[in-house]
């Protein structure tokens, strides 16, 4: 007999490949795989672009022009291959949205990190407890969905499968940039 998992109903029901691009698109959309975890794909898919601010800010800390365009550079590329390998995927998985979709994780996540991540350097070791508010916040959103967020995710496509996050990602820069501006 088997289990009902309470994440059943979301996820693909079937992976049908057609050729290499199919499954690169699957590798993209999943966040390197991490969507094909039995549990909490999601969250696994925000520690994938929580792993991508951190290694951007602890290596380019010092240089704050290049860190900011990278982090935006990293922000606007995995949305464009969200997008692309989202809409890929729903044809794949037989599914909107999947639930081993999470490439929109990876990338809202990063995108929360935008605003603040020049200035972390300047904050000693303390910078590595923002990456954690970071994570929160964008979980909070990304799960919460305030407007206009939850009508995001009817647009077509992988288009509908990203800018939720997206937009969740900016919510949650926003508000670390004002809670970082409250406490410095």
Known sequence: ??????????????????????????????????????????????????????????????????????????????????????????????????GQVVMDEVCGQVISFAL?????AGLGPAWRWWMVAGFVLFRAFDMFKPYPIDRLQDLEGGLGVMMDDVVAGIYAAVVLSFMLWLAV
Not at 82 to 92: D, F, L, V, Y
Not at 116 to 120: K, M, Q, R, S
């Open 116 to 120: 603040i991540g020049p200035y972390l």
């Open 1 to 98: 007999m088997a289990e009902h998992s309470p994440f059943a109903d979301k996820r693909g029901r079937s992976l049908t490949l057609n050729g290499p691009l199919d499954g690169l698109a699957v590798f993209l959309a999943t966040g390197f795989g991490v969507g094909f975890m039995p549990f909490g794909p999601g969250t696994f898919g925000s520690l994938v672009g929580l792993g991508m601010a951190y290694g951007l800010i602890a290596k380019f800390g010092g240089e704050v022009v290049l860190l900011q365009n990278l982090l935006l550079l990293v922000g606007v590329a995995t949305a464009a291959l969200g997008i692309w390998s989202g809409t890929r995927a729903e044809k794949i998985f037989g599914r909107k949205d999947a």
